[in-house]
């Protein structure tokens, strides 16, 4: 049996340590991801979110052993995890909004989509090879035990060109959508305050877009307080335009928008900036008890209503009970949401300046 084929559970055994180690550091995460892709009672719950990085890293170890019936069992138990992911994302992509899959805990791109796909079945069929090489009668140990000098740098060779192709092509998550956001004028004319954006409503006409964004009445949607008190979406909005970014998960983007929001807050002192959650957030230990402006969205009501999608999103919602921009995706997304939204309130008080300010003999009391 040729060395080369090493390479199959030395990455397999790469993969479960990443995976392992990503989850173990946030097992709320894990958690939330196995309630996003439906699955049944029996596997999702907290136990089951404790327990699924230890078996990762276990199987990771044995693959690694050079005994060959410890090495046949990280086999077995590697094509059970490979397999039962496949088919977890395979079932996933049929999900309207698809959900996160969290695969790495807070690393790399959790949407769900082909390249997922893709990149599971590289993995099944890893699986099926390592566990090939098992029932051959050989084991990771054996097939490092047969490398020449020129095997070696064949090894070193493929694992960089491995970290290269991560870097390359691996990156972070694109933003899902980001065509719909105001129109000219639309967060100006959704916000009652303060005065100058109101003012806006008279003093900068709404102009053309290419794509001229429809303000559809906001749904009657209801979000759960701190306190457990209730808040209709409409009356959230009712003195002033609220900027809500909404989360279906724990996974990293989530934890991203999560240390971001106190900045969005600073840049947006006109509107009312909240973070919306699917998953109950009050006891999470990622959240701090004194942040204001949180809220529970049980059974993803206000989330599917909005036609969020891919987690995280926001949507502005205007004080006229209407929306006034959004949905948009991706940490990258909302932060260019929010830029938009800052320069057009810049540019409409600006304009409400210039119009509203006295002519330059009034303005030191000069009669004519």
């Known amino acids: 049996m040729h060395p080369a084929l090493s390479l199959a559970p030395l990455t397999l055994a790469a993969v479960l340590v990443l995976s392992g180690v990503a989850k173990l550091q946030d097992t709320g995460s894990t958690f939330s991801v196995l309630r996003l892709l439906r699955l049944p009672a029996l596997v999702t719950n907290r136990p089951t979110a404790r327990a699924l990085p230890v078996v990762e890293l276990v199987t990771a170890a044995l693959l690694l052993l050079p005994w060959r019936w410890p090495f046949l069992a990280g086999a077995v138990l590697a094509m059970g995890l490979f397999v039962a992911f496949w088919a977890v994302v395979v079932r996933a992509m049929g999900f309207d909004p698809r959900p996160t899959c969290g695969c790495f805990g807070r690393i790399g791109d959790h949407r769900i989509n082909g390249r997922t796909v893709v990149r599971n079945t590289v993995l099944v069929a890893l699986a099926g090879l390592t566990l090939w090489i098992g029932l051959a009668g050989t084991s990771t140990g054996e097939l490092l035990a047969r490398y020449t000098a020129n095997d070696v740098w064949w090894l070193v060779l493929a694992v960089a060109l491995a970290a290269v192709s991560v870097m390359v092509l691996g990156g972070g998550p694109a933003v899902a959508r980001t065509t719909r956001r105001t129109g000219r004028g639309g967060a100006a004319r959704s916000s009652s305050a303060p005065a100058p954006a109101a003012a806006a409503t008279t003093s900068v006409p709404a102009e053309p877009d290419e794509l001229e964004y429809v303000r559809l009445p906001i749904p009657r949607g209801v979000l759960v307080g701190r306190d457990h008190g209730t808040v209709a979406l409409s009356s959230l909005a009712r003195s002033q335009a609220q900027l809500l970014v909404l989360v279906n998960c724990w996974c ?19 509107l009312g900036v909240q973070m919306v959650f699917v998953p109950h957030p009050f006891d999470a230990s990622a959240l701090d008890p004194g942040l204001s402006g949180i809220w529970w969205d049980p059974g993803s009501r206000v989330y599917d209503d909005l036609g969020v999608g891919s987690s995280p999103g926001a949507v502005l919602l205007g004080a006229d009970g ?37 002519p330059p003999g009034e303005q030191q009391g000069v009669r004519a």
């Open 252 to 270: 990293g983007p989530t934890h991203e928008a999560l240390e971001r929001l106190p900045r969005w807050r600073e840049r947006l002192p006109q």
């Open 322 to 358: 209407l929306l006034a921009g959004g949905p948009v995706n991706g940490v990258d997304g909302i932060e260019q949401f929010v830029e938009d939204i800052e320069a057009e309130l810049a540019e409409t008080q600006d304009a409400t300046s210039e119009t509203s300010a006295p």
